[in-house]
């Protein structure tokens, strides 16, 4: 779900860390976490996209996240608090139709 600013809403928190490994169709690697909200969360340094999958099904990408964001992330005690607080509104965001 995206606002008027084309920002991404929608997210849960409580997370705690990282299980299994997930491939999307077009090659993003993204790790699973142990979330009640996040499925998984994958990063692309060379093109700077987070790419989160919520447990509903849907994935959103973030643009030009740096890659010591998408470390603080994956080592948050809560992923889903950490998004909320660091993520969101501040990269620009796409849901992704899988």
Do not use: W
Not at 62 to 85: D, E, W
């Amino acid at each position: 779900m995206t606002d008027g600013s084309g920002q991404c809403s929608g997210y849960g928190s409580h997370a705690v860390f990282i299980s299994a490994s997930r491939e999307r169709k077009d090659g993003m690697d993204r790790e699973g976490v142990t979330s009640s909200n996040v499925e998984s969360v994958g990063y692309d340094p060379e093109t700077q996209t987070l790419e989160v999958e919520f447990k509903g099904g849907n994935v959103y990408q973030y643009a030009a996240v740096p890659g010591h964001v998408h470390q603080a992330l994956m080592a948050a005690p809560s992923v889903g608090k950490y998004l909320g607080m660091h993520v969101k509104g501040k990269y620009r965001c796409e849901r992704l139709d899988e």
